[in-house]
């Protein structure tokens, strides 16, 4: 009897402790969200946990959860907190103060994650300050009447009103409990409702109109005529995502401003209307990520629309000495960029558009950068609000820190796409087609082998220029059987692409994108399945 109530008790502190945890962050989060600070403290806190991981299992991490998909890390958190929030209720049983340290220490972590954010100012620490105090107000609030529990059910026998108070304290405990759940879940969602930062910036963009920006239209012959091919042009809600943004900044264009600084002449302010104004520059890019393994899809085809950088940076008047531009997120991403493919004749731009539409918020609204033939890591700044003309030997970005290399232009690489690698094909003549790119370089030519014997060229599609991918077609016999299918490509500047398996750290996969298939007979498919 007495075993039960001391475990039911115990249960009853560690509820205590929970809900008192999640009312604190669930006030921390609404008022983050009414005050449209991006980062609630939770999301700053996972995205601290992110910065702070070394890159190899960063990596990792993105290859084994998949790229782009973080709700994986918030939900450990969130569990990570309740087995502290928990844990701090059976605490506060002992003592009293003990979980008030671990409450302030937990406000500090939060406090300090939503600090590092560049955008932070110390209004941004007003949602953790709340938090904290609804934290300490509601696990008094319940702990006060599991203390009086204890002391009844402690008391002497024979002291007849001891029945009669634990019922009266559990009532109590359990309607303070149901009353701030309720509370703290009608605050969050609330929180959300009103602070509608993205909902507003998302019908901003949608009634922009871009006088500048023209439809896409990709030219005739840069397709090749193979059912089931990619798309040459990617379609924007096809295009792959990588950014360290739990959430993603909304940014009114209004509110946009891009300053260029460092080692410069005069510093320069960019409005987003000096951009819609500005000569607008459209070119189709080729845009990949350094993580992009041989035959990944972390790479798309866009049409973009924005204004040269060469022509802002030549008015900022840049230092001699000066090699690097630093960029820096509004979400506090940074990258370094060489100054020299910023200033060559190059497309490299400050893109308001991608596929004639306003940038959609998760490829960067209202404004990104676009270079030609460099990975995105090191130069497709996305939210940009600040270029630092500075010197490489004197800057560290985010992913250079991790031991990814600090330049990063893209190696040449080609890919089968059709067939699809372990399928079966009809045995005799097959089309293989893919794709092939070394943007700003451009693509010569490509072989295929097949089993290895030798390397035959394969027929290739049109390309406007020599930053975009390039589509290739090549027919092969294949007799019955097991095969297997290499591609490699040539650059223009005569450059074979190397069979040499390098993984994506520091700089790039490289190889040669290899796909198994098998050949079967007209009709045997059939009989395997009668
Ligand atoms: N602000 C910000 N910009 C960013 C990143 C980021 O994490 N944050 N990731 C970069 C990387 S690694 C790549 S490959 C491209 C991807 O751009 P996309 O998401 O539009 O395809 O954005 C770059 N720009
Ligand atoms: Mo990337």
Redesign the pocket.
């Known amino acids: 009897m007495r075993n039960n109530r001391s475990v039911s008790t115990s249960r009853a502190w560690s509820v205590a402790g929970l809900v008192a945890g999640f009312a604190g962050l669930a006030v921390s989060y609404g008022l983050a969200m009414v005050m449209t600070i991006r980062d609630s403290p939770l999301v700053a806190v996972a995205e601290l946990v992110v910065r702070l991981t070394p890159g190899p299992v960063v990596e990792f991490v993105i290859k084994f959860f998949g790229s ?1 998909d973080k709700a994986f890390l918030l939900v450990v958190l969130v569990v990570l907190s309740a087995a502290i929030f928990a844990w701090t209720g059976r605490l506060a049983r002992r003592t009293r103060w003990a979980p008030v340290i671990v409450y302030g220490l937990l406000a500090v972590l939060g406090g300090v994650a939503v600090w590092v954010q560049r955008s932070a100012t110390a209004l941004d620490a007003l949602p953790v300050a709340a938090g904290l105090a609804t934290w300490l107000v509601c696990l008094s609030l319940l702990t006060e009447p599991l203390r009086r529990h204890e002391r009844a059910t402690t008391t002497e026998p024979g002291d007849v009103s001891g029945p009669a108070r634990t019922g009266h304290t559990r009532r109590t405990f359990l309607v303070r409990a149901g009353g701030m759940t309720a509370a703290a879940a009608v605050l969050g969602v609330v929180g959300r409702a009103v602070g509608s930062g993205r909902r507003h910036v998302e019908e901003t963009r949608r009634l922009l109109r871009l006088p500048g920006v023209t439809r896409p239209v990709p030219p005739k012959d840069s397709r090749v005529d193979v059912p089931e091919m990619t798309p040459w042009m990617t379609p924007t809600d096809d ?7 739990f959430v993603v ?1 909304a940014i009114e264009p209004d509110d946009w401003l891009l300053r260029i600084h460092g080692m410069v002449d005069r510093e320069i302010v960019v409005t987003y209307q000096d951009l819609v104004d500005g000569a607008t520059t459209e070119a189709w890019v080729t ?6 393994e041989v035959g990944g899809d ?1 790479i ?1 085809n866009a049409w973009w629309s924005g204004v040269r950088i060469a022509g802002l940076l030549r008015a900022a008047g840049v230092h001699t000495g000066a090699d690097a531009v630093l960029q820096t ?5 940074t ?1 370094g960029t060489p100054l020299s493919v910023l200033t060559d004749d190059r497309d490299a731009m400050l893109a308001v558009a ?1 596929n004639g539409e306003p940038l ?1 918020i ?3 609204f209202p404004v ?2 676009v270079v030609p033939g460099l ?3 090191v ?6 609000v600040d270029m630092k003309v500075t010197r490489f030997a004197d800057i560290e970005a ?2 250079t820190e991790k031991g990814w290399s600090e330049l990063g232009p893209v190696k040449i690489s080609s890919r089968i796409d059709v067939p699809r690698g372990g399928g079966e094909v009809a045995a005799g003549g097959a089309q293989v087609a893919g794709v092939a790119w070394a943007q700003h370089t451009g693509i010569d030519a490509v072989e295929i082998s097949v089993d290895g014997d030798a390397w035959t060229p394969a027929r290739l599609a049109g390309v406007p220029s020599t930053d975009t991918w390039v589509q290739w077609v090549a027919a092969v016999d294949l007799a019955p059987g097991d095969h297997t299918l290499s591609v490699r490509a040539r650059d223009a500047d005569g450059l074979v692409q190397t069979g040499e398996v390098q993984d994506v750290l520091p700089d790039g996969a490289t190889g040669w994108h290899t796909i198994d298939l098998t050949a079967v007979e007209p009709g045997q498919t059939q009989e395997e399945d009668g």
């Not at 845009?287 to 992009?292: A, I, K, P, W, Y």
């Not at 130069?379 to 940009?384: D, G, H, I, R």
């Open positions: 782009g295009f792959y995502r990588i950014d360290t943004a900044p845009l990949n990520c350094v993580s992009n972390l798309g997120s509004e979400d506090g991403w990258c991608m959609p998760e490829h960067g990104r950068t990975y995105g890591y130069s497709a700044c996305k939210w940009v985010y992913w």
